[in-house]
């Protein structure tokens, strides 16, 4: 075991596999001899070669198109989009190219491509760096969303991606990068797509979320025990798929609960969350089920990020909210 | 200013062999072809042409779904497939299914393809290729990435992709070429420029005398080709193929073409945008017109010869309509199926209550 931040656990995945399959590619924007602009991939490129960890020209669709003709000639490219903002240069090569791919060659054709790109606020970075657009890519059938929010599972989740046969894009919250460390194995071990954790046991209420406001959670819980509410936290890990059974089998128990994400209230998964717990649980509700967000605006100028993005004590008041419905 | 763009088009005089009265014009570019390469070549435009004939047929009869008309390509369609081998990859773009039939694709899943059926998109093992590309340019990034991944390999086999002229404005065409200069991908680019974009004309794409010019962006070699003239548009594939193998680079083809049809069969009318003039100087040029007086001045061809194999085209195409009229119908559970390598919860869930429908 070894006390890693998120970033290094990141990049030990990579390590891993790079290791562990010569068709395994690593490049993007900086990548290669740079090691990333926030060194995810710091070292690989000696380890490993030019061959297999190298810069890109300055074009985020030609990189995800490139990664396509790379996955038809057998390789498994994990191509990083150095911001996630970037991410409408190549919506079609993601969305409508290697989305579909397995779809539209009847199954004859794979796209094991892992795609990660930093996002998140809360870290003074200029126009669109930090916008949270996992919603876009939660409505394409054909991918995989994962969102790590601690080492230890972005280590696993990211070899998960990586052997996965079908595209990921793996969304890694920039606060989170370096924000604190905990104990990371040193071998290989994998966490499984489309499994939520829980985080924080609980009877009153369940908070669902994912990336940095899943610790945004554990604070307000941790207040809210004072205040004699025990909150259950769940942490969804993946957004597309979401594991609705850990929810559904929560939400039966606490009979209430709230959905959080950094992303605008029209934006991100919540309302997916909301709607599949009316299907499935209503029954079982004491209260609607409120969610938590940041306004319908875009992602604000750098000096409103205190006020803008959503904190505790917004969750903390949601939830005296249902609590005393 | 303007002398840099004189100086620049000179560079891309269009490459001919085979003028329009089917005369060597170009002797020491000819390419090495067998007078049965010759006669098979022949043959496919023959059998291609009546491919579209019939395709448009069964398309106006509502037996077909989309088409876009290939009728005028020939030489620019099949010149260059000519020159592929079998492990070569194609990457075609929505007009470019006679490439794939003449790699292997069976006629009934070309016929799938047009009506809308997933089997139609399964390629045969021994056809590198993909389906026929819909979104203009993503096939030209994808073709860069395939190139680099055979050079990666030391494979000596090359990606081709085709666009048309105005496929040549978008991003991902520059992005692609591009890439493939930067990375040396084993890749040929060939733009089939058509003379019209539905009802746009190629001048109104850009002020670029040639597309092929274009390929001074990317840093890589460019050749402007005569698309009516078979043996020219072989002939240089052949060469740019070669020098992709042998780690020279990518190349940027445009060939100088004409659809004699409509842009699909979707309702697109050119005689609202073409006049009968332009039509006729075209039809001048025809492909298969031309390459016909060769032959037939080198008595490797016969009219016998060309009702033969239009003979065995209608048959063909006939059978392969059959085939695909009689192929399953696709239920929602088969689109579940093939959707990931494993289901997630969601399509878990779906696939129970389709799968129960489907079962009443």
């Known amino acids: 075991m070894a006390q890693m931040t998120m970033i290094q656990a990141i990049t030990d995945a990579m390590r891993t596999e790079l290791g562990n399959d010569e068709n395994v590619l690593v490049f993007g924007e900086d990548v290669g001899y740079y090691g990333g602009v926030f060194r995810a991939t710091e070292g690989l490129q000696d380890e490993f070669g030019e061959d297999r960890v190298f810069d890109t020209p300055l074009a985020e669709s030609g990189i995800n198109g490139m990664a396509i003709g790379l996955a038809l000639t057998g390789y498994r490219p994990v191509p990083e989009i150095q911001f996630f903002g970037f991410v409408f240069e190549t919506m079609d090569a993601i969305a409508g190219q290697m989305a579909r791919y397995r779809f539209r060659s009847g199954g004859t054709e794979s796209m094991p491509i892992t795609i990660r790109s930093p996002f998140g606020g809360g870290v003074n970075t200029p126009e669109l760096h930090a916008d949270s657009l996992e919603g876009t890519m939660a409505q394409m059938p054909g991918l995989k969303v994962v969102i790590p929010s601690n080492p230890y599972d972005a280590k696993g989740l990211l070899i998960q991606s990586i052997r996965d046969n079908d595209p990921v894009i793996f969304l890694e919250h920039m606060k989170l990068y370096r924000s604190f460390r905990e104990e990371v194995p040193e071998e290989e071990y994998t966490v499984e797509l489309g499994k939520a954790a829980v985080k924080r046991e609980g009877s009153d209420v369940t908070l669902i979320g994912y990336g940095a406001i899943v610790h945004t959670a554990l604070k307000a819980a941790e207040q809210l025990e004072e205040n004699g509410v025990s909150a259950e936290v769940i942490d969804l890990r993946t957004v597309s798929p979401v594991d609705y059974d850990t929810i559904i089998e929560s939400v039966k128990k606490t009979n209430r609960a709230v959905v959080l994400q950094e992303a605008q209230k029209q934006a991100g998964i919540a309302s997916n969350v909301v709607a599949e717990i009316q299907e499935k649980a209503i029954l079982h509700l004491e209260a609607p089920v409120l969610r938590v967000t940041a306004p319908d605006t875009l992602y604000p100028f750098t000096q409103a990020e205190g006020v803008w993005l959503p904190d505790h004590t917004s969750i903390i008041e949601k939830v005296e909210s249902v609590m005393n419905f | ?360």
């Open chain 2, 1 to 360: 200013m303007k002398r840099t763009l004189e100086n620049i088009e000179k560079q891309f005089e269009t490459f001919q062999i085979l003028n329009e009265q089917g005369e060597i014009v170009n002797e020491e570019a000819m390419p090495e072809l067998s007078d049965d390469d010759l006669k098979e070549i022949m043959r496919r435009m023959v059998y291609t042409r009546i491919l579209d004939q019939r395709s448009i047929a069964l398309n106006r009869q509502g037996r077909l779904g989309f088409y876009a008309p290939t009728a005028g390509q020939e030489a620019s369609q099949l010149g260059s497939h000519y020159a592929l081998e079998q492990d070569d990859f194609i990457l075609p773009g929505y007009r470019d299914v006679p490439q794939l039939i003449w790699q292997g694709l069976p006629l009934y899943k070309a016929y799938l393809f047009s009506k809308g059926h997933y089997i139609g998109n399964q390629m045969p093992e021994e056809v590198k290729a993909v389906s026929p590309q819909i979104i203009i340019g993503a096939q030209i990034t994808q073709a860069a990435g395939v190139g680099l991944g055979f050079k990666k390999r030391g494979e000596k086999t090359i990606a081709i992709t085709y666009t048309g002229d105005g496929g040549a404005s978008q991003g991902d065409f520059y992005e692609g070429v591009n890439f493939a200069g930067a990375f040396g991908a084993q890749t040929v680019f060939v733009v089939q420029n058509n003379q019209y974009a539905i009802s746009v004309p190629s001048e109104k794409q850009t002020a670029a005398q040639t597309i092929a010019q274009k390929a001074v962006a990317a840093g890589i070699e460019g050749i402007q080709v005569d698309g009516m003239d078979v043996l020219a548009v072989y002939a240089a594939t052949k060469e740019a193929r070669e020098r992709a193998i042998n780690g020279e680079g990518p190349t940027l083809i445009e060939t100088l073409t004409y659809r004699y049809g409509p842009h699909t069969m979707a309702g697109d009318d050119p005689t609202r945008y073409r006049t009968e003039d332009t039509d006729n100087e075209w039809e001048q040029k025809d492909p298969i017109v031309r390459f016909r007086k060769y032959l037939e001045s080198k008595d490797l061809w016969s009219e016998e010869e060309e009702n033969e194999v239009i003979e065995k085209a209608k048959e063909e195409i006939k059978a392969a309509i059959k085939e695909a009229d009689n192929t399953a119908k696709q239920k929602v559970t088969d689109l579940m199926d093939i959707m990931y390598e494993e289901l997630p919860q969601n399509l878990q869930e779906q696939r129970e209550e389709y799968a129960e429908k489907e079962s009443k």
